[in-house]
């Protein structure tokens, strides 16, 4: 299996938490999505995979519509997407995507969490070299759809050659260049293929090892940043747990 199926599959990244702190997040998504690209799904690619991962996440329609529309309200929070990334305790690198209207706060809210558990944040792309950022396309796949074919269609747009197939859910998950997101979309919809989710992501790309203690004082620092209402997602270089 390739790196990154590897990593997210041995990580079993929580994403989230709990049912209200998720559709939140996703809201805030919609929100930047219709800011860029205005409130009509087929003419917004970014948007449209946005839904899509609203749906796999369960979230509710009528929350869907109504955060397209207050992101179309004169009212409406301006949210801007930042990063930022620092080492933690025992040496760990970790990297968060926030999604904030007072980036004042975030990072205030941020750096008091490195503080607390003995880290530092860095300058932005400080730890460029520790991670690869991919965009994941999930979608079912289809009875008559040769993998391999497809994969070879997609190397042009920086698609590895590993994928992820689950069975149960009968999705296949597939890893690519962040530039190619779009064009990965329109390839995929128009071979009628059912994307079910579609986001950003970040894979490490130099694992560090860790003690089962250190393991459980990191743990808790990623736990509270992803508390925060402004974090998207949290990912460290810590190397997964053996099963």
């Excluded at 391999?148 to 269609?153: A, K, S, T, V």
């Excluded at 689950?166 to 990965?184: A, C, H, M, Q, R």
């Excluded at 989710?197 to 393991?215: M, N, S």
Aim: hydrophobic content about 35%; proline content about 4%.
């Amino acid at each position: 299996m390739g790196r990154a199926f590897e990593y997210r599959k041995a990580t079993k990244m929580k994403r989230w938490g709990h049912m209200a702190r998720t559709f939140t997040k996703i809201g805030k998504q919609i929100a930047i999505a219709v800011k860029a690209g205005g409130p009509d799904p087929e003419n917004n690619p970014h948007l449209r995979a946005i839904i899509q991962t609203a749906k796999r996440e369960n979230m509710p329609n009528a929350n869907v519509e109504r955060a397209i529309k207050n992101a179309m309200g004169k009212d409406q929070k301006d949210f801007k997407e930042v990063t930022y990334e620092g080492y933690g305790p025992h040496g760990v690198a970790i990297f968060v995507d926030a999604a904030t209207d007072n980036t004042t706060r975030t990072v205030a809210n941020v750096r008091a969490v490195f503080n607390k558990y003995g880290g530092n944040l860095g300058t932005q792309g400080s730890l460029s070299f520790l991670f690869d950022q991919k965009c994941v396309f999930t979608f079912k796949k289809q009875a008559d759809l040769d993998m391999d074919e497809l994969i070879l269609e997609f190397i042009d747009y920086g698609v590895e050659e590993e994928y992820d197939f689950d069975e149960e859910t009968n999705e296949v998950t597939i890893y690519g260049d962040p530039k190619s997101f779009s064009d990965l979309q329109k390839h995929l919809e128009a071979n009628g293929i059912e994307i079910t989710g579609a986001e950003f992501t970040r894979i490490p790309t130099d694992l560090k090892d860790v003690t089962p203690e250190q393991r459980e004082v990191i743990d808790k620092m990623v736990d509270i940043l992803e508390d925060d209402d402004d974090v998207q997602n949290v990912y460290t270089n810590m190397k997964p747990a053996e099963e």
